[in-house]
């Protein structure tokens, strides 16, 4: 009885969505914090140029 549990246990794929969710979430923090200057230094560039363009304006 306890085996065929386990056995349906194994077979159900409702959590499946759940831990995918998180493991891409860990990924994507992971991420950011190894290219966090990169990514600090691309945005503020972006912002510069917006700022200087809407002087334009």
């Known amino acids: 009885m306890a085996?065929?549990?386990?056995?349906?246990?194994?077979?159900?794929?409702e959590g499946?969505?759940?831990?995918?969710?998180?493991?891409?979430?860990?990924?994507?923090?992971?991420?950011v914090l190894i290219f966090k200057e990169q990514i600090t230094k691309i945005?503020?560039?972006i912002f510069s140029k917006i700022t200087k363009q809407t002087d334009k304006v």
């Open 43 to 45: 945005v503020n560039s």
């Open 16 to 31: 499946m969505g759940t831990v995918e969710v998180i493991l891409i979430i860990v990924v994507l923090v992971g991420l």
């Open 3 to 13: 085996l065929k549990n386990w056995k349906d246990l194994l077979k159900e794929e």
